[in-house]
């Protein structure tokens, strides 16, 4: 079973529209495809109702795993097959199959064990390919996926040179190599330094989440030859580390968990220019688990606020596209073009479907 | 002390305290009442409910049976 | 008492300056047993986090912050924080604050999500594991009364309520399609509280339909007159002071009814505050708002903990907050929304803070505060609407009785008001004054004692419908002196006969009621409250006997309440006939106000009713 995580930089960057686009591929290729979240991907509330207006379109077969007061909310009909031992803010999460395709709101799980969990039973009903929708800028969960794609546009920003930097970040960053010494920090889970003569300072914290740590860590680490920072590793006090260690960090090898760990707070522009940093002083940054980066799709679709209110605009597609590819090496996608295509087989589908 | 005279005896100060229990409000009393001036006082009634304490001080300017200020006329 | 396992909570303001919502969770979960940790506001996540960290064995995390713009991101940071730093499955996160939805903490990545409206028994029950159950918890103390309970509303006079049938069904009629500035702020800070209007939007609407003095206030930072903004820190000092933790003695104990309420608006939250806890300790089962005259005749709203050097508080969204925050769960909150220009916003906001009562008149309003009838009319309406909506029940009080108005008028005004309320799914009260009124010094209905007429009034509402009944406001209004103890004596025997009348409640006032050269004191406040509650142990349950007059007199309202609604639904026109003098004449004292006239506008905006 492969499983695909959406993560998106940040709201209406298009990443519902992307994993459509990419469910009815699946589905084109004849594959037992599941579905989850780690958010709520329901849609604004419909302000006369108040009640949530679903948007995920699932073809017939999809196993959905959402919260079980979902099922009712969407269009589609489930039949449920499983009432998982795992819950979110919205209660217990189950597997259901769509009988009848239509709309559906996902709510999966939202922590990585429970994600974890999940996956499991879609690997027990027989799916082949699993998709996971993201939620706003949250990455950690995605540890459990084999591979990601990631969705950027102008709702992040609206600045091109922005994007492309941001977009190159993610692609070090996801890119970053595999440790070779995976055996021997296998077992740590909390920040170690390994000093050339043998020696080992275990620290208790897992995570560089000050500066006071992270000037206790330098120091520890001037004769270091491996650091292991097995938990959140924050942009900006990377940089610090990497300034407080300077010309010392020559041949150290700093061990990061996975690339999630340096997208926290969002800080990944800064995040990756202390991993250039790091390089320029001759150390280098591995990851314990790579997830690789399969695609990056682009909306060039942003809510402009005019006079208080918001109203849809558009950056230049090809433009974007063009920058962003030269950054990347993975495909990137503009979820914009082939939409209304993708729009009308998806209403023949469901025409047939009936029909049948 | 031209005022204090006209009390026909004794000058009553009561009032609505915070205080912790009526053992704290009976000491911030007295030394309210010391700080005023009067020496010679009482605390006629203390009664804690909720956050503070009731509280009725009283000073004696003319006790019963001593020179009168407001008889001899004087100081006024 | 706990039978809950011992959690450990670490609370996180994650917001610039609120706080106060944690507080009072805070003090709920604290009372249950449980460990807590208040962070102070402010703190970026990694901040949060390290702290998280440092504390061993921290089984939830309670976050509280109002959604706004880039919130969201800000609250799904922290939450992907904590899952990459490897406790997330540890550890229980939570997060309160307004606008929050179990559908917006799911998609943050919270584990339960709490908006407004929230207990904090509930958010105790939540961290226990078990199901929460409203009314039900809080097995100590004073328990808060519903004063409409077991009340039938049913009518006992027929002809009067025929009559009131009539004069409420052309009221709704006439209100049909139209609406106020009043009208739309409400809806606006309703959609706002929600979270459902962007924050710039809400405020460039909200401005249109407000004074000057409101908009320069947002615009600006101009501060009205006699206003100030309190300071972050004058409000950590508030909540470190903490003298009246723990206490919960009630001096009315075991004695039914009436509920006593006190009226505080010193002008000043803190101040407020330290005088409700006061009363409240004192035996005060309910504490009344009062805000300062000039809110009543100002469109629009203020914001901030803002305190006034004068007589009343000023009423805003963080003001009340603050004051709901220090009141005993088991004390009734009455918001008055009654006499003005922003009647129907004000019930808005006390619904959402969590008040229990709210105040709602509008032939008082128009006869004797000042406002244009028919403005006040659709603005009453309109408050009467959201007060059904969040559930408040609310008094109508008959203060024209005050400026002359003579208490049949006065009482049919009432009634229309409160048949109207039952028409819309409304609990009122009525509210009746005990008061030596300019009618009783002009025909002498008090000239032998003030048990007669004051009981005639009780006995002529409830031969007319079974209502609960509130006398005001406050008790023995103008047989107060300066002098404390006359003060508190009058208010005692009042009280003593509303209790023996069976009425449900009463407002009673300080022992400085009649002095107008300062605020009231707090010991002034106790004066009263002891005094009654020195009363109420006197007669027990043995009762006050009026005279004959009283039954008399009682039936003489009821034939002029009677006339008087006759005359109205005659008439055709409920807001004609206060402008005409119906329920109160230039004549009597009563002149039907100016504020707000012609503001009206039909309900597509732009047209001019």
């Known amino acids: 079973m492969f499983k695909v995580g959406f993560a998106g930089t940040a709201k209406n960057t298009g990443k519902t529209t992307a994993l459509m686009y990419f469910l009815q591929q699946a589905f084109a290729g004849c594959q037992r495809v599941g579905l989850s979240g780690i958010g709520y991907d329901g849609e604004d509330l419909d302000h006369l109702t108040g009640l949530p207006k679903p948007r995920v379109f699932c073809p017939r077969g999809t196993i959905i795993a959402t919260a079980q007061r979902c099922l009712a909310r969407g269009t589609a009909s489930c039949r449920l097959l499983e009432v998982l031992p795992v819950s979110n803010a919205l209660g217990p999460i189950c597997l259901a199959e769509v009988v009848n395709p239509g709309l559906a709101v996902i709510a999966g799980p939202n922590k990585r064990g429970d994600l974890r969990r999940t996956l499991k039973a879609f690997a027990r009903g ?231 | 002390m031209k005022y204090k005279s006209r009390i026909l005896d004794a000058l009553d100060v009561e009032t609505f305290l915070l205080a912790r229990d009526e053992g704290e409000a009976k000491g911030i009393m007295e030394g309210l009442l010391v700080e005023l001036g009067f020496a010679d006082h009482d605390i006629v009634f203390l009664e804690q409910v909720g956050c503070g304490v009731r509280v009725r001080a009283r000073a004696y300017v003319h006790r019963p049976g001593v020179s009168y200020g407001w008889l001899a006329g004087g100081e006024q | 008492m706990m039978a809950a396992e011992r959690k450990k909570i670490l609370l996180v303001p994650l917001d610039p300056v609120h706080d106060v919502g944690l507080k009072l969770i805070r003090r709920a979960l604290k009372e249950a047993g449980h460990d807590t940790l208040l962070l102070p506001p402010g703190l970026e996540p990694n901040e949060v986090v390290s702290k998280l960290l440092e504390q061993n064995g921290v089984d939830f995390v309670l976050v509280s912050r109002t959604i706004g713009y880039r919130v969201g991101e800000l609250l799904a940071e922290f939450v992907d924080l904590v899952e990459a730093c490897g406790v997330r499955e540890r550890v229980i996160l939570v997060v309160g604050g307004m606008a929050v939805r179990p559908e917006l903490a799911a998609e943050l990545g919270f584990d339960a999500g709490f908006g407004s409206g929230t207990t904090p028994e509930e958010v ?308 009746p004054l005990f008061c030596r009124s300019p009618e009783v010094m002009i025909y002498g209905q008090m000239k032998d004692n003030y048990i007669d007429y004051n009981a005639a009034k009780i006995l002529a509402l409830q031969g007319i419908i079974d209502a609960p009944l509130w006398p005001g406001a406050p008790i023995g209004f103008l047989t107060h002196t300066e002098d404390r103890v006359q003060s508190a004596v009058t208010t005692a025997l009042h009280a003593c006969l509303a209790r023996s009348l069976g009425v449900e409640a009463i407002s009673i006032a300080s022992s400085d009621e009649a002095y107008a050269g300062g605020p009231i004191v707090a010991a002034s406040r106790i004066d009263t409250l002891r005094g009654t509650y020195e009363g109420f142990r006197f007669f027990g349950s043995a009762g006050i006997e009026p005279t004959s007059r009283a039954q008399e007199w009682a039936q003489e309202l009821v034939a002029g309440i009677t006339r008087v609604l006759k005359d109205v639904a005659s008439s055709g026109s409920f807001v004609q006939a206060l402008y005409r003098g119906l329920l109160g004449s230039p004549e009597d004292g009563a002149y039907p106000g100016r504020v707000g006239r012609g503001t009206l506008l039909r309900k597509e905006p732009g047209e001019d009713v």
């Not at chain 3, 903004?229 to 009315?252: N, P």
């Not at chain 3, 009344?288 to 969204?317: C, K, M, N, Q």
């Open chain 3, 124 to 431: 105790v029950a939540y961290v226990e594991g078990r199901p929460f159950v409203a009314g039900k918890e809080r097995g100590t103390g004073k328990k808060k009364v519903d004063l409409t309970a077991g009340y039938s509303y049913a009518y006992r006079n027929r002809e009067i309520e025929k009559q009131l049938d009539l004069i409420t069904q052309e009221i709704l009629t006439w209100v049909g399609n139209k609406t106020s500035p009043a009208v739309e702020r409400a809806r606006l800070a309703f959609s706002a509280l929600r979270g459902e209007i962007e924050p710039g939007e809400f405020r460039e609407k909200y401005l249109g339909y407000c004074d000057d003095l409101v908009r320069d206030y947002y615009n600006h930072r101009r501060l009205p007159n006699r206003t100030r903004l309190l300071d972050r820190e004058e409000l950590d000092a508030l909540e470190r002071h903490q003298h009246w933790e723990g206490i919960s003695t009630a001096v009315r104990e075991g004695l039914p009814r009436p509920a006593i309420f006190i009226q505080y608006g010193t002008g000043c939250p803190i101040m407020d505050i330290m005088h409700i806890k006061t009363c409240e300790a004192w035996g005060a089962d309910g504490v009344v708002h009062f805000d300062p005259s000039w809110g009543a005749r100002t469109e629009g709203l203020l914001a901030g903990y803002l305190a006034h050097s004068e007589d009343g508080t000023v009423i805003t969204l963080e003001n009340l907050r603050l004051l709901k925050e220090y009141l005993w769960p088991g004390t009734l909150w009455q918001v008055r929304a009654h006499r003005g220009l922003n009647t129907p916003e004000t019930v808005v906001l006390a619904g959402e803070v969590g008040a229990d009562l709210t105040k709602i008149n509008m032939v008082y309003a128009s006869l004797g505060a000042g406002m244009d009838p028919a403005r006040m009319t659709v603005d009453g309406v309109e408050a009467i609407r959201w007060a059904v909506h969040y559930g408040l029940s609310f008094d109508v009080v008959t203060n024209e009785e005050l400026c002359g108005v003579p208490a049949y008028k006065a009482f049919a005004g009432m009634l229309i008001v409160a048949h109207l309320a039952r028409k819309m799914g409304g609990r009122p009260i009525l509210q």
């Open chain 1, 126 to 356: 027989g799916c082949e390919l699993v998709f996971v929708d993201g939620a706003f800028g949250r990455m950690s969960p995605f540890v459990e996926v084999d591979g990601l794609i990631l969705a950027t546009g102008a709702a992040r920003n609206r600045a091109l040179d922005c994007l492309v930097r941001e977009t190159r970040a993610l692609d070090r960053i996801f890119t970053l190599p595999a440790a070779v010494l995976k055996g021997a920090v296998e077992g740590e889970n909390t920040i170690v330094i390994w000093g050339q003569g043998g020696g080992t300072i275990r620290f208790r914290e897992t995570s560089l989440l000050s500066p006071e740590l992270v000037q206790e860590v330098a120091r520890a680490a001037a004769s270091a030859e491996v650091i292991s920072l097995p938990g959140a590793v924050p942009g900006r006090l990377l940089g610090k580390f990497s300034r407080e260690l300077g010309e010392d960090l020559a041949g150290k090898t700093l061990i990061v968990s996975d690339p999630t760990k340096l997208l926290v707070l969002g800080e990944y522009v800064e995040a990756v220019a202390a991993l250039d940093q790091i390089a320029a002083f001759g150390g280098r940054v591995m990851v314990r688990e790579r997830i690789p980066l399969l695609a990056v799709t682009i909306n060039p679709f942003y809510p402009r606020e005019v006079n208080n209110t918001f109203c849809k605009d558009f950056i230049d597609g090809n433009l974007l596209k063009q920058a962003l590819a030269a950054v990347t090496r993975v495909p990137v996608i503009n979820v914009r073009e082939g939409g209304p295509a993708y729009y009308l087989d998806t209403a023949r589908r469901e025409v047939v479907t009936i029909d049948n």
